[in-house]
């Protein structure tokens, strides 16, 4: 099979997916909407392009062949693989827009995929009950990360992870990367889970039905029925035997919840208000903080929790214990853990969020973001990159501006923020900086 036969035949399927946190590698990113012009610029490859892949794999395999991967398997695998260059585009693809946390969790949780999941988890009660017997993990939060991941396995991905993998790591910027995932994968075919030409998965090399990098499935992935394979693409038992087992070993506390939703007093310090930031239960109930119908919170000593205001002052709050940071393993971005805690929540009828989301708000540019960040800095509250992430450090960065100026120092930002900040600035160039777009 050549190569233009092989990138036709696994071309990507379409998915509704906003989230990119981080790398945003455990999960299939949207595909953006393209010209015509660029649809062609893409199907095309200069033979400068194809001789410096050629070089570069042969170089690889010869690495390959030093870890004990064997002849046949790099030849079943690399042998008639080229670079994609629909992974090229969408590796350097940068999306202007980012949805506020509300609209992502909107089609998280839409009425659809809850009717769907609370399906499935009937269906496969008998081996949901299994697992969570071996890994602690109740089966309304592997339904629910099933569902977010591959919307119950409907959309796992139609890049052959091979090729995907061999593209991201001979050149760009996740090139370290795909060359760990590329190995790792390749120890996959060695293992005989799967053969090469059948592991498929998303663009960035996220497999099977709950989204395992090839490192991730090395040490976590679970062989449930014991018939010699760990097959995370279509045998339920270990796809849901592996996801607990990853969720146990980032730490899952068995009978224990991920989090609550809760009402912060009035005079509440926001700057508290960050999932690393660990107190007591106790601590937490001194503040004044009660959960969000009205009872108390336990004054325990012995439990830790956070605090968390993902939209700021304005939204709701949640009180988050250590399966939600579990969660974060899975996927290092605060609306995912919560999008995922929320459905499970739903799949058994619990509470829906009371607060209501400052939905009049209104998510900034990537242009916007990339500006913001830079005019904090020449205010002297030091982002500590212009990249377009409103991550941890531009949120410091706008609680320091935020309490300066006797604001409530709750670190989000809105576009009134940003004209403020525009009036008190003398800059007139926004910057050409470029950068990741992650969901916080």
Do not use: C
Request: hydrophobic letters at 40%; proline letters at 4%.
């Amino acid at each position: 099979m050549n190569a233009s036969k092989t990138r036709a035949r696994l071309s990507p399927l379409p998915r509704s997916k906003a989230l990119l946190a981080g790398l945003a590698l455990l999960a299939l990113a949207a595909t953006p909407v393209e010209s015509a012009a660029q649809t062609q610029a893409q199907d095309t490859l200069t033979e400068a392009d194809q001789a410096e892949f050629a070089a570069w794999l042969k170089d690889f395999r010869k690495q390959a062949r030093a870890t004990g991967i064997s002849r046949q398997t790099l030849d079943s695998a690399l042998s008639d693989i080229a670079p994609n260059p629909k992974v090229i585009h969408l590796n350097n693809f940068q999306p202007e827009h980012s949805k506020p946390v509300w609209e992502y969790l909107d089609g998280a949780i839409s009425d659809a995929r809850v009717t769907k999941g609370k399906a499935l988890l009937a269906q496969h009660s008998a081996l949901l009950s299994e697992v969570e017997k071996e890994y602690g993990v109740p089966p309304r939060y592997l339904v629910a990360i099933w569902g977010m991941e591959t919307s119950f396995g409907a959309i796992t991905g139609g890049f052959n992870a091979i090729e995907a993998l061999a593209t991201l790591g001979y050149k760009g910027k996740r090139a370290n990367f795909g060359r760990t995932q590329l190995m790792a994968a390749l120890q996959i075919v060695e293992n005989g889970d799967k053969a090469a030409q059948d592991m498929t998965g998303s663009w960035a090399g996220a497999m099977g039905q709950t989204q395992f990098i090839p490192t991730t499935f090395l040490t976590y992935a679970v062989d449930y029925d014991k018939d010699g394979h760990r097959d995370i693409w279509s045998n339920l038992g270990d796809v849901f035997a592996s996801t607990a087992h990853y969720l146990e070993s980032s730490g899952w506390e068995r009978d224990r919840s991920w989090g609550r939703e809760v009402a912060l007093p009035q005079d509440f310090d926001y700057a508290l208000a960050d999932r690393n930031s660990r107190k007591s239960l106790a601590e937490w109930s001194a503040y004044g903080i009660k959960f969000a119908n009205g009872s108390d919170v336990p004054a325990l000593e012995d439990r830790m929790a956070a605090v968390i205001a993902p939209a700021g002052h304005q939204g709701p709050a949640f009180m988050i214990f250590g399966n939600f940071h579990a969660i974060l393993r899975y996927n290092n971005s605060t609306s995912y853990a919560l999008a995922v805690s929320l459905l499970a929540d739903q799949l058994i009828d619990g509470e829906k969020i009371a607060a209501a989301w400052p939905r009049h708000e209104r998510a900034l540019s990537r242009q916007e973001r990339l500006e913001f960040q830079q005019r904090l800095t020449d205010l002297g509250f030091d982002t500590k990159g212009v990249d377009g992430i409103l991550g941890a450090n531009t949120r410091a960065a706008l609680r320091a501006y935020q309490k300066a100026n006797e604001k409530i120092p709750d670190g989000f930002a809105t576009g009134a923020l940003l004209e403020e900040i525009r009036a008190l600035t003398s800059q007139t160039d926004q910057p050409s900086q470029s950068g990741d777009v992650a969901q916080e």
